[in-house]
């Protein structure tokens, strides 16, 4: 999908059409997570501000995989056998990945 535009407001339109097409009301929506865009966690007009001011259900969290690839990160550091075990998943990734047959499969 080609985004028209970055500002705030297309975001929120294309987010909306997104749950649109796949049947999930707005209002069900209980979290958010973006990056530090200002067009995104923007205070006064960020994406995550318009639909907190639709649903003020929804909770804002910074991007979650990102909290979670730092906090890994500096574990890693410390932890041998984390580091290892973390290793150890992204070559199993990859084997599957270079594979259609088990990707498929997966």
């Avoid at 410390?78 to 599957?96: F, P, S």
């Amino acid at each position: 999908m080609k985004l028209p535009g970055t500002f705030s407001k297309t975001l929120v339109a294309q987010i909306k059409n997104v749950l649109i097409c796949y049947n999930f009301p707005l209002g069900m929506c209980r979290g958010q997570a973006y990056d530090d865009a200002a067009n995104m966690q923007g205070v006064r007009n960020g994406v995550a501000t318009q639909i907190k001011a639709e649903v003020p259900s929804v909770i804002l969290v910074h991007c979650l995989a990102h909290c979670l690839q730092l906090v890994l990160q500096e574990a890693g550091r410390k932890c041998k056998c984390l580091r290892e075990a973390l290793e150890l998943v992204k070559q199993i990734v990859k084997l599957i990945k270079l594979s259609p047959k088990r990707y498929t499969f997966f």
